[in-house]
């Protein structure tokens, strides 16, 4: 991008729909329509892949595959793949009618669909080969050992011996070719809304996290890249020290990368999980970029991420190789949180935009980096992400110093929130600026999105379209040429 413009943040789980979460049917396109009605040029998601049980999309089951609970059965009707469906409340219950009526729609694609798109599965399964192979044979092997972690399946399933897994693929093909068709149908889905964007000026920005969850078939496919004993088991883990968010810091348990292997691989196995980012986004975000300098080290046996200590990571040499791999790189960083030289040396060197947030900005000094007349052109600016409380309660919890700092810096004493910090936003130097959803619909911390450091509860925000006054549009859009983002 290279004009100054803005964006709204929304994960597609929290547009409105007749189904527990959002997903990418008419709504998605409705929501298109209306970002573009408001003039953003971006619509920015968190991770679209297949989340555990807690629904974070920052533990998936896969780096590559989508989330099949994105598919819309509606669509799948429209396209004849499927006859009906059934609508339930509660998202176990949800979760388990879904993914019976993908396996359904199988039956009936199998049966009825065209030739043509019979062709274009076969060369899905064959583009995606180098991922899609392993993941659909993990989710089936995960299947037959009732959700267990793939440590704990038989010895032979869990070091992927060359028997073992050539029976499983024999005994399971059709579990096997299940999957595969739920991920031709995600992909279908979600380009054909990335396409809808783009012909209408919106580019898609993704969320690409730096680690990966250790159920997963990323970790059980390439063991070699991580971390672990004999057993499969981590020996140290992910996290970050005491922060902004925890007195205790956070210990995210995810493997970490052996670093070493990576580098005399090539880093191969990054090449390939970019290559589908690529494909899924415009835009992406790298999640928690100063892990690519050095990252928190956690002893696998604490209980918190107190015990840690920071070990250097070959970040350098890792962008150098993908800088060389791809001739159009569109990377922008999370820059959050213990921030050292050497972290902002890395990012400037390959020019990547980091991250301003308004609700890190007051109740401090005028060196604060936060603070609009620090921020740099390179940068991106949010009213806060979806680990922060929405805006609005973030303003309400906040002391007395921090909201007559917010006034006396902003001198907008006339303007209530959000729309004061939104305002902000749009006005800063940076050449991007993002608001959350629930920030242009003026909404309170009972709406927010993500607690860090909490299991339950989160992800499951949804807005409606009844809450979207029909004078919003023009409000923003006035903003946005105001503030030269047109």
Known sequence: MKNRAAGILLHPTSLPSSSVIGNLGTDAFHFIDFIADCGFKVWQVLPVNPAHSDNSPYQALSVHAGNPFLISLDLLIKWGWLESYELHEELDVFKTSHIKALKQSFEIFNKEAEEQHK????????????????????????????????WDWPVE?????????????????????????????????????KQYANDHDVEIFGDMPIFVAHDSADVWSFRECFRLNEDGHTTVVAGVPP???????????????????????????????????????DLIRIDHFRGFEAFWEIPAESETAIDGQWVKAPGDGFFTTLKGVFEDLPLLVEDLGVITQEVIDLRDKFNFPGMKILQFAFGGEADNPYLPHNHEKNSVVYTGTHDNDTTLGWYQSSSEEVKKHVYD??????????????????????????????????????????????????WCWKFNWDQVSVVLPKKIKRLIELYGRA
Not at 120 to 148: P, R, V
Not at 256 to 270: A, P, R, S, V
């Open 409 to 458: 810096y902003l001198v907008c004493e006339t303007e209530k929130m959000p729309w004061v910090l939104i305002k902000a936003a749009m006005a800063s130097p940076a050449f991007l600026s993002i608001i959350p959803m629930q920030d242009i619909l003026d909404l309170g911390s009972e709406h927010r999105m993500n607690i860090p450091g909490t299991t339950e509860n989160n």
């Open 119 to 150: 062709a274009e599965f076969e060369e899905f399964k064959t583009q995606h080969s180098s991922w899609l192979d392993g993941y659909a044979l993990y989710i089936a092997l995960k299947d037959e050992n009732n959700g267990m972690a793939w």
């Open 243 to 281: 922060d902004y968010f925890s007195e205790t810091g956070q210990r995210w348990g995810n493997p970490l990368y052996d670093w070493e292997y990576m580098k005399k691989d090539g880093f191969h196995w990054w090449i390939d999980r970019m290559k589908t980012q690529l494909i899924l986004y």
């Open 157 to 193: 399933e869990r070091d992927c011996l060359e028997d073992a897994i050539r029976q499983a693929k024999s005994r399971l093909q059709q579990s096997i070719e299940e999957t595969q068709y739920q991920q031709f149908i995600f992909f279908k889905q979600w380009l054909a809304v």
